[in-house]
């Protein structure tokens, strides 16, 4: 089983429609959670990051993780064509070395 | 800054030629990384370099050398290269293990024939 499992999409939304992007895991031991983008033929950049349970707010972004259950999951308001790309969950203990989920590709259709 | 610069942005061999990736970063950080991607299985992590002079294997190092030539630079090797190490490659980044940004380069596209 992998440590970080995500919901392999495709994600096919409307413009302004609200997207969710969830992902698990199973190390116990993680306590920081991000969420990176990535844009067609482009290298993965950081969009949010949350140390252990809570919720963290940018913008139309909100990254939400509950330790309890081991979930963690992002959430777009107001999708934007530009929202297009590859999401990625990761998460790491104390000690670096990310582990990534496999990635939900995101369609935002005008 | 440019970040992180990766060369060549692509590549085509054949099976057993021999290529080195090049990776640099100019942000003084001490932690770098190589992954792969591949379709529908995320980034997998290759070799990591935790600061100048160490070099650790991850998840799938077989086929691959690295060399952490200063503290700038961290070079991927493939001594014989193998169809199915066909992949885009992915250098990353970060100040120090215990802050857990990684700042990626853009990437290189390598086919094996």
């Known amino acids: 089983q992998k440590e970080v499992e995500q919901d392999p999409g495709p994600l096919s939304v409307p413009e302004g429609a609200i997207v969710s992007l969830n992902c698990t895991y199973s190390?116990?031991?993680?306590?920081?959670f991000m969420w990176y983008r990535q844009y067609s033929r482009k290298g993965p950049e950081l969009l949010m990051y949350?140390?252990?349970?809570g919720n963290k707010e940018d913008g139309r972004f909100t990254a939400q993780v509950d330790k309890s259950s081991k979930y963690i999951s992002l959430f777009i308001r107001d999708s934007q064509p530009s929202d297009s790309a590859t999401y990625l969950c990761?998460?790491?203990?104390?000690?670096?070395?990310?582990?990534f989920g496999d990635g939900t590709t995101l369609t935002v259709k005008p | 800054n440019a970040g992180v610069t990766q060369t060549p942005k692509f590549q085509v061999l054949k099976t057993g030629q021999s290529m080195t990736l090049q990776c640099a970063q100019d942000?003084?950080?001490?932690?770098m990384y190589w992954y792969r991607q591949d379709p529908g299985m995320g980034l997998r992590l290759i070799y990591y370099?935790?600061?100048?002079?160490?070099?650790d294997k991850g998840e799938v190092p077989n086929g691959y050398n690295v060399s952490r030539l200063n503290k700038r630079e961290f070079s991927l090797r493939l001594e014989s290269a193998a169809p199915s190490q066909t992949s885009v490659y992915f250098c990353?980044?970060?100040?120090?293990?215990?802050?857990?940004?990684?700042?990626f380069g853009p990437g290189t596209r390598l086919t094996v024939l």
């Open positions: 990761a998460s790491n203990t104390n000690a670096g070395k990310s582990t």
């Open positions: 190390n116990s031991a993680f306590q920081y």
């Open positions: 949350t140390y252990s349970s």
């Open positions: 942000m003084n950080h001490n932690s």
């Open positions: 370099s935790a600061s100048e002079g160490t070099t």
């Open positions: 990353a980044s970060i100040e120090t293990d215990s802050y857990n940004e990684q700042f």
